[in-house]
Nanobody, 124 residues
Framework: QVQLVESGGGLVQAGGSLRLSCTTS?????MAWFRQASGKEREFVAA????????YYADSVKGRFTISRHNAKNTVALQMNSLKPEDTAVYYC????????????????????WGQGTQVTVSS
């Protein structure tokens, strides 16, 4: 059983940056970040393959967010720059023990393991 723990959330002004981190208790092939704003459904943010050779991003965050992983430390990070109020949400780290592709990586139900979430609030 793989456990994931997120950290790094907080309050930031629009245009600012935050770096989220996810620590895992075991190996996962594909890691991803999803987010859920109040009153809205969970949406895909970014994903990365085990080697880091493949990354996937939602159109809304392309050019602003960067996902990376450090397998030696069993961590996955999400660097968020040029933050907007629309980015305000609870961010969840997710793990999939299968190889992924562009379509699979964006489907929340493909991920077997989830963290508790960390709040990101962007003020205007």
């Amino acid at each position: 059983q793989v456990q994931l723990v997120e950290s790094g959330g907080g309050l930031v002004q629009a245009g600012g940056s935050l770096r989220l981190s996810c620590t895992t208790s075991g190996r996962t092939f594909t890691m991803a970040w999803f987010r859920q704003a109040s009153g809205k459904e969970r949406e895909f943010v970014a994903a990365i393959s085990w080697s880091g050779a493949r990354t996937y991003y939602a159109d809304s965050v392309k050019g602003r967010f960067t996902i990376s992983r450090h397998n030696a430390k069993n961590t996955v990070a999400l660097q968020m720059n040029s933050l907007k109020p629309e980015d305000t949400a609870v961010y969840y780290c997710a793990g999939d023990q299968h190889y992924s592709d562009d379509a699979r990586a964006r489907r929340s139900y493909e991920y077997e393991y989830w963290g508790q979430g960390t709040q990101v609030t962007v003020s205007s």
